[in-house]
């Protein structure tokens, strides 16, 4: 089947298109986006809901939310020279790049765990208001998300070890991984200004 | 047609591989990563300084912050994601355009009646 449509397309247009597995991927990509946007709008209703609990004003801090999108913004760029990397055909700074974005990636589920752990140490747990129930939904989901996209780039490190080349197949596979891990940085900015920056207004 | 097939078939990427760019011309270069980065970088630290700094009303405020966030979100698409206008994106271009309008219509939509109908109900 993909093949046929492969050959189709490239019958079209002779130098060259986009591969149907990355289009099938951004389809995939446009559903994520809708889960987020029908979370948001959960939160956009519930978001002063607070049933006598803690404000967005006592539990979130500037620091940490500035050094976690910090993180994830650079861990993009880096996945982005590990791309350029990969059109170059340099295996060995694909694998570093990637290794990179890794840690950064790493860094920033680590500082939301904790985050929320402490949250949740203070009573302020996603069972004790409507507002911190939508909270931690919409957060922990997109943190779901990136711990994915983290074993998925921890599963392309080792299938690119030991290769001496990039074949069109690994190609596709880094970039719906680019598309992924971009998608997921744009969906943070929607987070850290709806979410957290707009609730310390 | 049918060397072609033989090409894309799994076994013959070395034959590919004079032509293998196939993922699109469009995969950017290091300047234009760095050029998204900076930008990135500079809306996300206007964003902190407007609720920081407190300097404008709690609306202005909101609205600076929807517009900066609409900016990055701009700036991620054209240099991190590579959307532009050309022929071979078009698919992917029909499809975003389908989910923001199906997604602007999910959060507006659902903002406004459920702050109706909590004015209704007078359970505010």
Redesign the interface.
Known sequence: MA?DT??QT??H?E?????PV??GF??YL?TD??IF??L???F??LRNQFNGGPTPHELFE?GGL?LE?ALL?VS??TY??G??AA?KNQISQVILWLGVTFLLGLGFVGLEVREFAHMIAEGAGPDRSAFLSAFFTLVSTHGLHVSCGLIWILTLMVQLMGTT?I???M??KL?CLS?FW??L??VW??V???VY??G?? | MDLRFLLRLPGGHDLMSTQTNSSGESHGSVSSYLIGFVLAVVLTVLSFLVVSTHSLSPMGTLAALSMLALVQVLVHLHYFLHMGGSSEQRWNNICFVFTVAFVTILIVGTVFIMTNTTMHMMSR
């Not at chain 1, 130098?15 to 591969?19: K, L, P, R, V, Y």
């Open positions: 093949h492969t050959v490239a019958g247009d130098h060259h298109h986009e591969s990355v289009f951004w389809v446009m986006c809708i946007g029908s948001f709008a959960v956009a209703v500037f500035g999108t913004l993009s760029i982005g020279f791309m350029i059109h080349e074949p069109e197949r190609m596709n970039t598309l971009h998608f940085d744009i900015i929607c850290f200004s709806y920056l707009a310390m207004i």
